[in-house]
């Protein structure tokens, strides 16, 4: 049996994973930076600029991080997907992981995430019968 559609959803999962940590890290990291660069240029002690200079800096190194969380997540599922979920294979552990990988994009508020993995994890368990059905055979 197939795992093409399985595969193909698993993609689109991971393709927008990537892009949203590059726009997060890109974009949304550097409109932080600039928020504290103007910050720091207003009527402010030498104290408190350093202090909101620090705070900014705090913002922008969580950013980027979290962006880089989403780029390796959507990497690493790009190569289970075309490494591990072969065609005719049973499979348990990787659905899984997309299980509980849903479970964090949910608390992350990734809603369009949370579908197609919790979507793609659902199919791949659901072929399992038919696959398990016809290796017996």
């Given at each position: 049996m197939s795992r093409s559609f399985e595969r193909n959803i698993i993609y689109v999962a991971s393709g927008w994973q990537?892009?949203?940590?590059?726009i997060t890290m890109f974009f949304y990291a550097t409109y932080i930076k600039k928020q504290g660069v103007e910050?720091?240029?207003g009527n402010?002690?030498?104290a408190e600029r350093?202090?909101?200079e620090s705070l900014f800096d705090s913002l922008f190194t969580y950013t980027v991080t979290y962006g880089l969380f989403f780029i390796l997540i959507g990497s690493l599922n790009i190569l289970f997907a075309k490494k591990i979920l072969k065609n005719e294979t049973i499979q348990y552990k990787l659905p899984l992981y997309w299980i509980g990988l849903a479970v964090i994009c949910y608390f992350l508020s990734d809603f369009i995430s949370v579908a197609l993995l919790m979507t793609g994890a659902v199919i791949v368990l659901a072929k399992n019968k038919p696959i398990k059905a016809a290796n017996r055979e």
């Open positions: 990537i892009v949203t940590g590059f910050a720091s240029l402010l002690q030498f350093k202090g909101m």
